[in-house]
């Protein structure tokens, strides 16, 4: 069972990176509805999965230069904080209702994954990105392009939502950081995908830990699906430069949606 | 050489904001490959020592104890159990994103960058409070 969970982790590594949809998203399906792995323990596995991946991915972005570590440690305040309150409610959540939160997540990350970029924001920033210096710039083809911020507290609020979810569902809530950091603060798509992938690491450790406290982490499962997924993963960003994946990313998004609605119906039915 | 002039109205210098860029990428890569690496050998021990029938994971059990704890995983991993090495490259995984703030608030506290000093400390405490509580709660 270990090389086939190795294999097809390492498929769900370099599809997650391809798409942009990132491991979680696909792995916690594929666990649950393709190996019959308890919900819980995918839940945790995936966390450290996500873990690993953000590291890998925000090493280089960092040293790239798209990444606003400002940005990045003022929202991470909302998401650890977001992601302990989830980590301490999972428990009390039914798992029907935690399937069915998946599944309609799913549906978002699909219709995200597929939708238009929104225009760069040109106007001022507003009085708490002043306050926290959220401005910066970063690099293009014609050299360093400078940009502002705005809507900060409703961003801040939205990525609290964004850090419990990620702590029940064990993903790295992509989908909500496309409404919360490019539709909310208008932050330049790079710039956004990059700092919102160097803070799912941080949010991500924080629930964990609760989960490797409780025992909820199971290091034989966790062994090949990890290293599967980095590996997948790193191949999957260095072809990203060399392919085309708008096609993928439309075809994967139908998959996705197929994959959520099956989850939903499971739930339902309680056959998770 | 500065191909991306960081932030310009950030109250940081340049130079200081891409040794802060390139000192949480190097904390970044490093846990990730002391992490790989034990798993990689804690895997190896442990299916090498593999006598039973596959675990089942269809059905939730909670991890024993001792692989639950800090000190339970530390006594296991240095005894060469394979299960103990890998749990411990899971706390070295958890470990790193951790070590990546302690290193922004080090270069925020070099800068007197107050704010952000304060704003590095409530993630810290969220983070070791993340750990105490995961260590207590049953």
């Given at each position: 069972?270990?090389?086939?969970?190795?294999?097809?982790s390492?498929?769900?590594?370099?599809?997650?990176?391809?798409?942009?949809?990132?491991g979680?998203?696909?792995?916690?399906p594929?666990?649950?509805?393709?190996?019959?792995?308890d919900?819980?323990y995918?839940?945790?596995?995936s966390?450290?999965?996500?873990?690993?991946?953000s590291?890998?991915?925000?090493?280089?972005?960092?040293?790239?230069?798209y990444?606003?570590?400002?940005?990045?440690?003022?929202?991470?305040?909302?998401?650890t904080?977001?992601?302990?309150?989830?980590?301490?409610?999972?428990?009390?959540?039914?798992?029907?209702?935690?399937?069915?939160?998946?599944?309609?997540?799913?549906?978002?990350?699909?219709?995200?994954?597929?939708?238009?970029?929104?225009?760069?924001?040109?106007?001022?920033?507003?009085?708490?990105?002043?306050?926290?210096?959220?401005?910066?710039?970063?690099?293009?083809?014609?050299?360093?392009r400078?940009?502002?911020?705005?809507?900060?507290?409703?961003?801040?609020?939205?990525?609290?939502?964004?850090?419990?979810?990620s702590?029940?569902?064990?993903?790295?809530?992509?989908?909500?950081?496309?409404?919360?950091?490019?539709?909310l603060?208008?932050?330049?798509?790079?710039v956004?995908?990059?700092?919102?992938n160097?803070?799912?690491?941080v949010?991500?450790?924080?629930?964990?830990?609760?989960?490797?406290?409780r025992?909820?982490?199971?290091?034989?499962?966790?062994?090949?699906?990890?290293?599967?997924?980095?590996?997948?993963?790193?191949?999957?960003?260095?072809?990203?430069?060399?392919?085309?994946?708008?096609?993928?990313r439309?075809?994967?998004?139908?998959v996705?949606?197929?994959?959520?609605?099956?989850?939903?119906y499971?739930?339902?039915?309680?056959?998770? | 050489?500065?191909?991306?002039?960081?932030?310009?109205?950030?109250?940081?210098?340049?130079?200081?904001?891409?040794?802060?860029?390139?000192?949480?990428?190097?904390?970044l890569?490093?846990?990730?490959?002391?992490a790989?690496?034990?798993?990689?050998?804690?895997?190896?021990?442990?299916?090498?020592?593999?006598?039973?029938?596959?675990?089942?994971?269809?059905?939730f059990?909670?991890?024993?104890?001792?692989?639950?704890?800090?000190?339970?995983?530390?006594?296991?991993?240095?005894?060469?159990?394979?299960?103990?090495?890998?749990?411990?490259?899971?706390?070295?995984?958890?470990?790193?994103?951790?070590?990546?703030?302690?290193?922004?608030?080090?270069?925020?506290l070099?800068e007197?960058?107050?704010?952000?000093?304060v704003?590095?400390?409530?993630v810290?405490?969220?983070?070791?409070?993340?750990?105490?509580?995961?260590?207590t709660?049953?």
């Amino acid at each position: 069972m270990e090389a086939i969970l190795l294999v097809a982790s390492m498929a769900a590594g370099l599809l997650g990176s391809l798409t942009g949809l990132g491991g979680g998203v696909i792995v916690v399906p594929f666990l649950v509805l393709g190996f019959g792995v308890d919900l819980r323990y995918a839940v945790g596995i995936s966390l450290v999965c996500v873990i690993a991946t953000s590291s890998g991915a925000a090493a280089a972005y960092v040293r790239e230069g798209y990444t606003n570590v400002r940005i990045g440690m003022f929202l991470e305040m909302a998401t650890t904080i977001g992601a302990l309150t989830g980590a301490m409610i999972t428990t009390l959540v039914e798992k029907k209702w935690i399937g069915i939160i998946f599944g309609v997540m799913l549906l978002l990350s699909a219709y995200t994954s597929v939708a238009k970029h929104q225009e760069e924001y040109t106007g001022e920033p507003d009085k708490l990105a002043a306050r926290f210096s959220l401005s910066g710039n970063y690099p293009t083809a014609s050299g360093a392009r400078s940009y502002n911020v705005t809507g900060v507290p409703g961003g801040f609020l939205l990525m609290y939502v964004a850090g419990i979810l990620s702590a029940l569902l064990g993903i790295g809530s992509g989908a909500l950081k496309v409404v919360a950091m490019d539709n909310l603060m208008k932050i330049p798509f790079k710039v956004s995908t990059t700092t919102s992938n160097f803070m799912i690491g941080v949010t991500a450790a924080a629930s964990a830990g609760v989960y490797l406290g409780r025992g909820y982490i199971q290091p034989p499962l966790a062994m090949p699906v990890m290293l599967g997924i980095l590996v997948g993963s790193l191949v999957g960003a260095s072809l990203l430069h060399k392919m085309k994946t708008e096609t993928l990313r439309k075809v994967f998004s139908v998959v996705i949606c197929l994959v959520g609605i099956e989850m939903i119906y499971k739930s339902l039915m309680g056959q998770l | 050489m500065s191909h991306h002039p960081h932030l310009t109205t950030s109250p940081m210098d340049p130079e200081s904001e891409k040794l802060l860029d390139v000192l949480i990428s190097n904390v970044l890569r490093g846990g990730l490959i002391v992490a790989s690496s034990l798993m990689i050998v804690g895997g190896i021990i442990y299916f090498w020592h593999a006598t039973t029938a596959p675990t089942e994971y269809s059905h939730f059990v909670l991890e024993p104890t001792q692989l639950r704890t800090l000190s339970g995983i530390l006594t296991l991993a240095f005894k060469g159990d394979g299960e103990g090495i890998m749990q411990l490259a899971v706390v070295v995984l958890l470990a790193t994103p951790f070590l990546r703030v302690v290193a922004s608030l080090l270069m925020f506290l070099r800068e007197k960058d107050w704010k952000y000093v304060v704003v590095s400390l409530v993630v810290l405490s969220v983070l070791l409070y993340s750990l105490f509580a995961g260590q207590t709660g049953g």
